[in-house]
Nanobody, 118 residues
Framework: QVQLVESGGGLVQPGGSLRLSCVVS????????VGWYRQAPGKQRELVAT???????TYADSVKGRFTISRDNTKNTVYLQMSSLTPEDTAVYYC????????????WGQGTQVTVSS
């Protein structure tokens, strides 16, 4: 079973920055499409950013220019660099890894809380 372990969440002031990390177990990380999603209280989970194994990125309009998704295949790790944070970015952030060649290969982390508040 593939496991995802997120870290890096916490409390940050408006305008601040955070970097989330997600380590993915297994030996085929490089082929996974990876992504970050978030869920705020009372709202549905939404896509934040994705990065395919081939290097194509997508971002939600609300985070474009402020967040950057990246990966290090030597460390089985995906990152989300977040800057210019606002209270609207407050949510639980979830890491996702999806095997594009196996529909059953869709994995989630446990989530990490990000709170933006003064």
């Amino acid at each position: 079973q593939v496991q995802l372990v997120e870290s890096g969440g916490g409390l940050v002031q408006p305008g601040g920055s955070l970097r989330l990390s997600c380590v993915v177990s297994g030996n085929i990380f490089s082929i996974y499409d990876v992504g970050w999603y978030r869920q705020a209280p009372g709202k549905q989970r939404e896509l934040v950013a994705t990065l395919t194994g081939g290097g194509t990125t997508t971002y939600a309009d609300s985070v474009k220019g402020r967040f950057t998704i990246s990966r290090d295949n030597t460390k089985n790790t995906v990152y989300l660099q977040m800057s210019s944070l606002t209270p609207e970015d407050t949510a639980v952030y979830y890491c996702n890894a999806r095997n594009p060649y196996n529909l059953r290969g869709n994995y989630w982390g446990q989530g990490t809380q990000v709170t933006v508040s003064s």
